[in-house]
């Protein structure tokens, strides 16, 4: 067990392997936008990195969604580039282009990172973990989570969002060494990063690959599938029972490979994992978790029931946690995931 760890919370009984129904639900991103006390809350924030690093505020921001739909977990409220910012580079979020950062542009930057700063710098993040342990439902379970190193390195390198990656992908094909010195840097920050989390409070965690989906797959088991085998590791190192969430987002049939090698207790799967193959080669092995498409959600009735439906018949039976394939829209309307939680608790 984990500190604190109460075995008795669906999620986590979902991810120890049991088949849980009706299934355990939380959504990604489920603090966010399209809720207005959101909207309220990051308004008297400011700044978005700001909003991470309060406490009070984070605690809040967590805590809404929990409230208006009772999801059996709640997610830490931070962003996977806080972790660059505790590594010293210069983060910063700008409305309407998204995350920005100081590009990091040779191995030279690379050296001037500080891994030995991070616990300090991002000690608001295990405040905030230390109260929302106290201020849950007894029922509700609390994630941590992390980016993956090779999308975390990406925005590191590209200094914002990307359309394909051409600068990173660019660097780990012309000098593999010196990018492999940044994704091993990344390793063991990201390690370290979740263990003090869970020290601080946190169940489960999950690392998000958001952008897994772009390498050859020599390549996906070079920077992809090898760092989240050895960021597993070394947390079931210390803590044997602590359940790990993979999300190696566009993986396609390299899926299967995480799943058998990577150590996780759970895959996050998108929106394109196939339900019946899903159900077959991955089910079998790992507790799977999704993959509602966010437009469905969108849009609602009828698709939302049909869609919903695929995926409670497939995965029935095994264990199954109810998620989307990617982050809740900002315009999805609260009453569609009302109506999401009718369909699911009535399942
Ligand atoms: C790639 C990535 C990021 N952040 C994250 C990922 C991986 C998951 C994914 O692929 O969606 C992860 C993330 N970001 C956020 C959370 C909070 C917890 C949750 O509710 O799930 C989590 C788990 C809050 C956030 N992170 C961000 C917001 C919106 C900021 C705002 O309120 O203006 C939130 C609620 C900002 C952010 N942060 C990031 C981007 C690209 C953006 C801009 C996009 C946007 O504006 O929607 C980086």
């Known amino acids: 067990m984990v500190p604190g760890q109460s075995a008795d919370k669906r999620f986590l009984r979902a991810l120890g392997g049991e088949a849980v129904w009706p299934p355990p639900v939380w959504l990604m991103r489920q603090a966010g936008r399209y809720l207005p006390e959101y909207r309220k809350t990051r308004a008297e924030a400011g700044d978005f990195l700001d909003l991470c690093l309060t406490p009070e505020l984070a605690v809040e921001v967590t805590l809404q969604p929990i409230r208006r739909f009772g999801f059996d977990a709640a997610i830490l409220f931070s962003d996977i580039l806080v972790v660059p910012h505790g590594l010293g580079q210069k983060v910063w979020f700008e409305e309407g282009t998204g995350p920005r950062l100081e590009p990091l542009d ?72 010196g990018f492999q010195g940044l994704i091993d840097l990344l390793v063991e920050a990201t390690s370290d990063y979740l263990l003090a989390q869970v020290e601080a409070g946190a169940e489960a965690v999950q690392l998000f690959d958001s952008w897994a989906g772009v390498w050859p797959d020599d390549q996906f088991r070079r920077w992809c599938l090898e760092p989240a085998t050895r960021i597993v590791a070394t947390l079931k190192r210390s803590h044997p029972d602590l359940p790990v969430i993979l999300f190696p987002r566009g993986a396609g049939a390299l899926y299967r490979d995480v799943a058998e090698r990577a150590g996780a207790d ?30 469905a959600l969108i ?37 569609h995931v009302e109506r999401l939680m009718t369909l699911l608790r009535g399942a």
């Open 106 to 177: 040779s191995p030279a930057a690379i050296g001037r990172l500080e891994p030995s700063a991070l616990r300090e710098r991002l000690a608001p993040v295990f405040e905030t973990l230390r109260r929302l342990r106290s201020s849950l439902p007894a029922e509700t379970a609390l994630i941590g989570f992390a980016g993956a190193p090779w999308t975390v390195a990406s925005y590191m390198i590209e200094g914002g969002s990307s359309r394909d990656f051409q600068k990173g992908r660019s660097w780990a094909y012309g000098d593999p060494a």
């Open 299 to 335: 849009v609602g009735e009828p698709a939302l029931e049909r869609q919903a439906g695929r995926i409670l018949e497939a995965f029935r039976g095994g264990p199954f946690v109810f998620n989307l394939g990617h982050g809740i829209d900002k315009s999805t309307p609260p009453a």
């Open 266 to 295: 759970a895959l996050s799967l998108d929106t394109t994992v196939p339900l019946d193959w899903a159900r077959a080669e991955l089910q079998s092995r790992v507790c799977v978790q999704g993959n509602l498409d966010p437009v």
